[in-house]
């Protein structure tokens, strides 16, 4: 397992810190979730920061992934909006853009975006029409550059489950899409075995985010707060071969940051062994 950590959970540190934090711990991997204080686009900045990012990487041997789920990064008053769900979606397509292009320099395994909410009174059909080209010129513009790209599925979004997922695929119809596998989504909707989606999805896994979850409740728990049961979710991922990064996600424990980051690497380590 390639442990990793998500800077959603480390929002009060500057980037490389947070790098230099979580290599101190043992961990392997990065999620960089864009945002005000990583890596944000149209720094002046901008050059100086990957390069220092870009080190920091390299010095730990650290590999990367770009996530694009900052909360409140393109408008400050609406959660992630817009969306590809959005009725003018320029600015999100501009925002993938610049995720690709960060991936690109840092040789990330992927850049994992999501679909949104639809706010919209429109029919199923005319949001899927919204959806699907939005996410091919995303995946058109990732592919020129070497970069693969990571669906995931969200509570609460257009695409929320891996029902959803199997739609988008059927309509999209790319073989470059890949899937961002959320453990404690899974677990919240419902979606269980979690071993059995992981054997079933096992072709398209680029990138995994691991956190504890209750049923029906959206919220990001420390490992033993919630109810799932992890041995068999590690114990699946190793038996399907699955060798990339999996990323612990506590975006709501940016204020207790290193203490959290090196709880969750004891608890998932110590399974591991």
Request: proline letters at 5%.
């Amino acid at each position: 397992m390639l442990l990793g950590y998500n800077t959603n959970g480390f929002a009060h540190h500057r980037l490389v810190d947070a790098i230099e934090v979580l290599a101190e711990i043992g961990y392997r991997s990065v999620a960089i979730t864009v945002d005000h204080h990583a890596l944000p686009p149209n720094s002046p900045r901008h050059a100086d920061e990957m390069a220092e990012v870009r080190e920091a990487l390299a010095r730990h041997g650290m590999r990367s992934v770009i996530e694009t789920g900052a909360r409140f990064l393109l408008d400050p008053r609406r959660k992630h909006e817009p969306t590809l769900m959005s009725a003018d979606p320029r600015r999100r397509m501009e925002f993938y853009r610049y995720a690709v292009d960060c991936a690109a320099e840092l040789g990330a395994d992927c850049v994992a975006l999501f679909s949104g909410i639809l706010r919209d009174p429109i029919s199923q059909s005319e949001a899927w029409d919204r959806l699907v080209p939005g996410l091919r010129a995303a995946l058109d513009y990732a592919a020129a550059r070497g970069v693969l790209v990571g669906f995931e599925p969200e509570p609460g979004m257009f695409v929320d489950s891996m029902d959803r997922f199997e739609e988008l695929l059927e309509r999209i119809d790319d073989a470059r899409l890949r899937l961002t596998l959320d453990i404690g989504h899974l677990h919240c909707q419902g979606e269980t075995p979690i071993a059995r989606v992981i054997d079933r999805w096992a072709s398209l896994l680029v990138n995994v985010h691991i956190e504890d979850m209750c049923c029906g409740v959206h919220e990001h728990l420390m490992f033993g707060q919630g109810e799932i049961d992890f041995p068999p979710v590690l114990q699946a991922l190793a038996r399907v071969g699955y060798n990339g990064p999996v990323h612990v996600e506590l975006s709501r424990h940016s204020h207790q940051a290193p203490e959290a980051a090196r709880e969750a690497f004891e608890f998932l380590t110590k399974i591991e062994r």
